[in-house]
């Protein structure tokens, strides 16, 4: 076996193995891994088609195929980047180098032109690939993925850009398609050693994407978008230890939906989650930049304040309760407009999250006492509440406003 047949064997073998991998993530729905997998097949059938003969028809059907399975690989990491796809000149461009294909086969025969037009054509394919995953990346994500696609992505590019220039300029000649000649055993050896490594890349962009995924399930609630407990905890946990070595302040408010089991025994658990994605809609919009967002529970949600006092913490939930009520209906429909119990309390030295939160949710049980739809800040003797702003109409009959306490 030649030494050219035997690297088109490897990348065959490289292919198969990519479409093996790739095929067994479709059910995961990683953007781009199905144009990836469907690239990598259309690249094992150029091999063999080139691995099988030399005559024209199959020069042409692998030299197109090529270029189609080039742009289906750059759509897929568009799509895995959450760019646009495609561009319609591109589309212009393989209809082109289609017909040149077939011009300078049947018509005009001119092996070198051939060449280095797919040869142009990959090495855009490739460049881009580089410039996009580096350009791109998904803030926060590990860069080892990235940068390995790009550097066996421009090494690709590079491959072929010094190809398309040998051939275009007249540096090499060849009389028939990937005759053995120096050059093309050099380009084959470049290509079986890209290509492998561009679709490891892809594997592992594929395995980021759901690494992320999987984190942002663990980080996020998914109903609410806001911060899931856990990830709530940890970063309040963070927050109270540097309030502590600083000597500074943070407070927290525990809120809860009120008579919210009503409205899911009343209008079913469809509509309680869209009452719960509603209110917590409006509490991330309301609430300040640096607060932290999170729901604790079925219907319960904390917010942390840092370097407010209780006093201050207590003037922005009450505020935040005041935009809760008067929001209108969260059901589409329906006259369901909910309201918030809200307690509130500031870390003081020596205290820990568990005890902040702690006087906060009995804090917000004494909001539950005194009739609803009011905040209570704990501790205090006696508690200190604010008169509640005027509020929407409110459906539940035991959703009316509180007047200070104090």
């Not at 309040?236 to 943070?250: G, L, N, P, R, W």
């Not at 025994?265 to 930049?289: E, K």
């Not at 009520?325 to 809200?342: F, H, K, M, Y």
Request: net charge neutral; proline share 4%.
């Amino acid at each position: 076996m030649s030494i050219p047949a035997v690297f088109i064997s490897i990348a065959i073998l490289s292919c198969v193995m990519s479409v093996a991998v790739m095929g067994s993530l479709f059910q995961a729905k990683v953007p781009g891994v199905r144009l990836w997998c469907l690239a990598s097949a259309l690249l094992a059938v150029v091999a063999a088609l080139v691995l099988y003969g030399g005559s024209d028809i199959i020069v042409v059907t692998a030299s197109g195929l090529l270029v189609i399975a080039s742009l289906l690989g750059l759509h897929g990491f568009r799509q895995f980047l959450n760019r646009p796809p495609s561009q319609a000149w591109e589309y212009v461009g393989v209809a082109v180098i289609l017909f040149m294909l077939v011009y300078w086969t049947y018509v005009d025969p001119q092996v070198d032109a051939r060449s280095a037009m797919v040869s142009v054509f990959i090495a855009y394919a490739r460049f881009h690939i580089g410039w996009a995953v580096l350009k791109y990346r998904p803030a926060g994500r590990p860069k080892y993925a990235y940068y390995f696609v790009s550097i066996a992505a421009t090494l690709g590019a590079v491959m072929h850009t010094v190809r398309a220039i040998s051939y275009g300029l007249g540096f090499a000649h060849e009389s028939v398609f990937l005759e053995p000649t120096p050059l093309n055993v050099i380009f084959l050896g470049m290509a079986t050693f890209t290509l492998p490594c561009l679709s490891v890349g892809m594997v592992l962009l594929a395995h980021d994407g759901l690494s992320d995924r999987m984190e942002r399930l663990a980080t996020f609630d998914d109903l609410t978008g806001v911060l899931a407990r856990r990830a709530f905890i940890a970063r309040a946990e963070a927050i109270a230890q540097a309030t502590a070595a600083k000597h500074s302040v943070f407070s927290i408010a525990i809120l809860d939906i009120d008579n919210f089991k009503s409205i899911n025994d009343r209008y079913g658990h469809a509509s309680g989650d869209l009452a719960l994605a509603h209110v917590a809609s409006l509490i991330s919009r309301c609430v300040r930049g640096n607060d932290i967002v999170g729901r604790i529970g079925g219907e319960e949600f904390a917010v942390l304040l840092p370097s407010a006092t209780k006093e201050e913490a207590g003037h922005l939930v009450d505020r935040l309760r005041a935009v809760v009520a008067a929001s209108g209906s969260c059901v589409p429909g329906r006259e369901v407009v909910s309201t918030l119990s809200a307690g509130v309390d500031a870390f003081s030295e020596g205290d820990t999250l568990a005890d902040v939160m702690a006087r906060a949710d009995t804090a917000l049980y004494a909001a539950k006492a005194k009739g609803r739809n009011c905040v209570v800040v704990a501790p205090a003797a006696p508690a200190c509440q604010w008169t509640p702003q005027p509020a929407a109409p409110y459906e539940q009959s035991s959703g009316k406003n509180i007047k200070s306490s104090q």
